[in-house]
């Protein structure tokens, strides 16, 4: 329940305090007096958008602050965002400043909080209903969200449930569009790849350096004839020379002389080791030369296919290359890329099968919720009606249109209000057959549905009787009334019934006053100020009267008090009726326990 509220340098408001009580709140003034003003206030601390027109001229920074009492679920709010009670409340403050830029601070309780913290909080504190909100009614999408907020909590998971279905439909759906359109492509990507995975696989890729070991061979083959006879050459010289001494004799004279010289100079010895070493590697030389002219065959067999196998690999590093290591790195990227395209991924008909199942999935859960709006639909139609009675409707037709439609994220229903007021007269869309001040009617027959039991703190009605006079305006007040006694209700209002009806009514007035003066060269000047008087019965009266006749002349006083004994009526009817279902309630108990 809001409890107080505090504004500074707001719109037409310099400084307000203002003290609420439970029950029905009223705020009564001329028109353009500032009332609104103090519904904008309310609005901005817990969240509405904030613009440096609000701002009172000349001053650069408003702070707005409402106080409200703690219920179970505000104090596990406070305990979950660790903020402290403060004795036993809830204050909501909004500082906004214009230094350059447009600055705004929500705090709870002192500590700065953020917009959707505040917006937490809100759902628990305050609900507005404002004239606005019929041209909302009359859309498809708020009754909607009417019905299914009537359906309560399975309705509302329900819905969830489509909405979490139709997402996995269509993401499922634009994944197999998008499929079906890189189908043709993938299918000439498999063609190519197959063709060149063919090639490369026969090509039997494996060592990056066959090129360079072929060519060399090829060297060696092509010229087997000169290597052989070059080979034995070498081996002659080396070894056995057919004439004159070869390498090998000539340095075993060198040795035999050496070892004669070293018997007379120990110095000559590491000359002869040289020697000895020189002489052993020209015969090693000279066997293996042996040995490989041994080897060496003309073979043309083998130079053919050396030919062709290097001919093949200059072939496939020509497609696949530059080099060989480049066209064996190919080969190996497209196996993992032919292998990703065909078959190891998802199929088509894979595809096609889960998007059937997920179709299926989301109309299965619409079917559910559409069953679930009906039995709603069924009982708010009953309920309307029943709230609808007292207000003057009570030959009126309501029904909740829904109509099938293709599955989207709210469902598969179109849903509508329908309404006629007029017996005999066909249902016609809300928005298109109901009258300014039935349209209002249905607004508080709708908020009445939505009222009972744990809920929003506050009420808060902006001329929700606009539009309605007379009897039809009693009606509402009594409404209003049996609402202020499960909420604290707040309403502005033009209509003295439903003022009359007030548990703690308040003036608004716009004055203009004198400022300035600050110093002696300081003019004053014009200044309008909104102020706010919670009046007491005499000034009630007065006010009561204002509002009724226009002015406070006897005849007006008169009608006011008859206004305030119909009040006093509905209070006791109310209380007597209370008091009759209490002990109803009690007896069953009794008979039940018994
Ligand atoms: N931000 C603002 N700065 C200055 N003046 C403002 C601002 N907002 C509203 N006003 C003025 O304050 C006055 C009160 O406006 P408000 O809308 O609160 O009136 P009201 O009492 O709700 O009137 P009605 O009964 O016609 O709806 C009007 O003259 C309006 O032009």
Request: proline share 2%; charged share 20%; with cysteine.
């Amino acid at each position: 329940m809001l409890l107080s509220l505090r504004i500074e340098n707001f719109a037409l408001i310099d400084t307000l305090d203002l003290t609420f009580t439970d029950g029905l709140n009223v705020l009564t003034g001329e028109t353009g007096a500032g009332k609104s003003i103090l519904l904008d206030a309310i609005d901005l601390i817990l969240g509405g958008k904030a613009l440096s027109s609000m701002l009172r001229t000349g001053e650069s920074r408003t702070l707005l602050e409402a106080s409200f009492s703690l219920t179970p679920n505000l104090n596990t709010w406070l305990a979950d965002t660790d903020i402290d009670p403060l004795d036993d409340l809830l204050v909501c403050s909004r500082e906004i400043s214009t230094q350059n830029t447009l600055r705004s601070r929500f705090r709870v309780n002192g500590v700065v909080v953020n917009k959707q913290q505040v917006a937490q909080l809100r759902e628990q504190l305050i609900e507005v209903t404002a004239q606005g909100q019929a041209v909302q009614l009359g859309r498809a999408d708020r009754q909607r969200q009417c019905l299914d907020g009537f359906g309560g909590e399975p309705l509302l998971k329900q819905r969830q449930q489509v909405t979490k279905a139709f997402a996995r439909w269509q993401n499922i759906t634009t994944e197999l569009n998008t499929f079906r359109q890189n189908e043709q492509q993938r299918l000439q990507n498999i063609d190519l790849l197959r063709y060149q995975l063919q090639e490369l696989d026969a090509a039997n890729l494996s060592d990056p350096n066959e090129q360079t070991n072929l060519e060399q061979e090829l060297q060696r083959l092509s010229h087997s004839v000169e290597l052989e006879q070059q080979s034995y050459q070498v081996y002659q010289l080396l070894y056995e020379q057919d004439q004159g001494d070869a390498c090998g004799d000539l340095l075993g004279q060198a040795e035999s002389v050496l070892i004669d010289m070293s018997q007379y100079d120990s110095q000559l010895e590491p000359i002869l080791e040289l020697v000895q070493q020189a002489l052993t590697q020209v015969q090693e030389a000279g066997s293996l030369i042996n040995a490989y002219g041994n080897t060496v065959e003309t073979d043309p067999e083998q130079l053919q296919s050396v030919e062709a196998r290097l001919m093949e690999l200059k072939q496939i590093c020509r497609k696949y290359g530059p080099s060989l290591e480049d066209a064996i790195a190919h080969h190996q990227t497209i196996q993992s890329q032919y292998a990703d395209l065909t078959g190891e991924g998802q199929s088509l008909e894979e595809l096609e099968q889960t998007a059937a199942e997920y179709k299926a999935k989301l109309q299965q859960a619409c079917a559910k919720l559409t069953a679930l709006r009906q039995k709603a639909a069924q009982q708010l139609e009953s309920r309307i009606l029943q709230e609808l009675k007292p207000l003057a409707l009570d030959k009126v037709q309501f029904q909740v249109g829904l109509q099938s439609i293709s599955p989207t994220q709210h469902g598969a229903d179109q849903i509508q209000f329908l309404f006629s007021a007029n017996p005999g007269e066909a249902l016609q869309p809300l928005s298109e057959s109901a009258s300014g001040g039935e349209m209002s009617r249905f607004l508080l027959a709708l908020k009445a549905c939505f009222s009972q039991g744990e809920g929003v703190g506050t009420l808060i009605f902006d001329e929700i009787d606009a539009g309605v006079s007379g009897h039809v305006a009693q009606a509402i007040a009594t409404k209003l009334y049996h609402l202020s006694q499960n909420h604290q209700v707040l309403c502005v209002t033009h209509q003295p019934m439903i003022a009359a009806m007030a548990d703690a009514h308040f003036q608004v007035q716009k004055q203009v006053v004198m400022q300035g003066a600050k110093s002696a060269r300081t003019k004053t000047a014009e200044r309008t100020v909104v102020q706010v008087t919670s009046l007491d019965d005499q000034q009630r009266r007065q006010e009561l009267a204002e509002i009724a006749g226009g002015q406070t002349t006897q005849q007006a006083l008169t009608f006011v008090d008859s206004l305030l004994q119909q009040a006093g009526q509905v209070r006791q009817s109310y209380a007597n009726g209370k008091t009759a279902t209490q002990s109803k309630k009690a007896k069953k108990r009794a008979v039940n326990s018994a």
